[in-house]
């Protein structure tokens, strides 16, 4: 199904799609493993998609990346909305197991 919702169509013989088809699915079961709700499941995969993105389209290095990734769960767990950050649904405790998978 998750081929279909990334509209590909040549997993079976693309390198291409085929890496990028493990690394969701990976990323998914192991969200669906952490018992993540469908909002936190969400923002996981958005963050999967969002890290993807800084490596292939604007040629992040991996140290860039990762100060990309701590900006992003910034404020997770902090009571004042302004130093929370869009991934705030997450606990502090599964924040620290994302950072650990990733």
Do not use: P
């Amino acid at each position: 199904k998750l081929e279909e919702f990334l509209n590909f169509k040549q997993f079976k013989t693309s390198l291409k799609e085929a890496i990028l088809l493990d690394y969701y699915t990976a990323g998914f079961c192991w969200a669906k493993e952490m018992n993540f709700s469908l909002v936190q499941l969400s923002g996981f995969m958005d963050l999967l998609h969002f890290l993807l993105e800084n490596l292939s389209d604007k040629h992040m290095t991996l140290g860039d990346n990762l100060k990309e990734l701590g900006r992003a769960m910034a404020g997770i767990g902090e009571t004042d909305s302004e130093r929370s950050g869009d991934l705030n649904f997450f606990s502090i405790e599964q924040a620290k197991a994302i950072i650990d998978y990733l």
